[in-house]
């Protein structure tokens, strides 16, 4: 029987986590996701705090079972109602793009499986994250929990709006794609912010740093293509 390459190597690799596990610490993950973070690594997001945090947050944990085994591939992965985790590298590459400090507080849109909130809440001291789906939001919520992620809140609502009452924030990053950065979203950046972004309409996306100097001024620069699911119109 024809076995594609790929599959026969990841067969391989949750064998030898299989019987790597009692090495390290229980968790038979381990291994896959240190495979995932030295490809990081290697693509050039070199931020060591940020390498730390990506060996530490157990993703497959913000996956339903079904999918977990497949956590630690670099590719997006659907978990349902047209919402997918985001690609590894791709968290890696917008978390360092934020440059997160411990005293930040972090407003995210679309917090789906909660994964990149809780990288970003080791990295900063508080993240606020909207999700428009109820059943994503709550179901984030819960993983969050349950794993300890203390400093992140979860709301359910329309990430146009923003979150006014706990504006301005130094940190934003959008994990769903409007056409265009939302000006409630830019008002809610504090000076000498940054804000992280895919921008653009499906097919033509692209990766977005808006820097708010201390004068108020914004600086854009475009990074690259990427492909995230889009932001939905909400409730106005
Ligand atoms: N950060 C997520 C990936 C999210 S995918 C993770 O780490 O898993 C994008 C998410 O944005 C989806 O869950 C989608 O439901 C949500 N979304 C789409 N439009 C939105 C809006 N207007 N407000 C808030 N969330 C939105």
Avoid: C
Avoid at 15 to 23: K, M, N, R, S, T
Avoid at 34 to 40: A, H, K, P, S, Y
Avoid at 90 to 99: F, G, P
């Amino acid at each position: 029987m024809h076995v594609p390459a790929t599959i026969r190597l990841t067969g391989g690799l949750m064998f030898l986590a299989a019987i790597a596990a009692p090495l390290t610490g229980g968790d038979p993950f381990s291994p896959l996701r240190e495979q995932m973070v030295r490809q990081i690594e290697d693509r050039g997001v070199r931020n060591p705090d940020i390498l730390r945090v990506m060996r530490a947050t157990p993703r497959h944990l913000f996956l339903p079972g079904d999918l977990q085994s497949g956590a630690y591939q670099d590719r997006p992965l659907p978990i349902g109602y047209d919402a997918t985790i985001s690609q590894p590298y791709i968290v890696a590459l917008m978390t360092e793009l934020l440059e997160p400090a411990k005293s930040h507080r972090v407003l995210e849109i679309g917090t789906g499986s909660g994964y990149q909130a809780a990288v970003l809440a080791q990295l900063v001291d508080h993240v606020y994250t909207i999700e428009i789906v109820p059943a994503l939001a709550q179901s984030a919520q819960q993983t969050l929990r349950r794993l300890g992620y203390s400093n992140v809140t979860v709301r359910q609502g329309d990430g146009y709006r923003g979150w006014p009452e706990e504006a301005p924030f130094p940190r934003i990053i959008l994990t769903a794609s409007p056409p265009e950065i939302p000006q409630t979203l830019v008002d809610q950046l504090a000076r000498g912010g940054r804000l992280v972004a895919p921008v653009g309409r499906m097919g033509s996306q692209e990766l977005v740093l808006i820097e708010k100097k201390a004068d108020g001024s914004l600086r854009r620069r475009s990074v690259g293509p990427v492909a995230f699911v889009p932001m939905k119109p909400g409730g106005r």
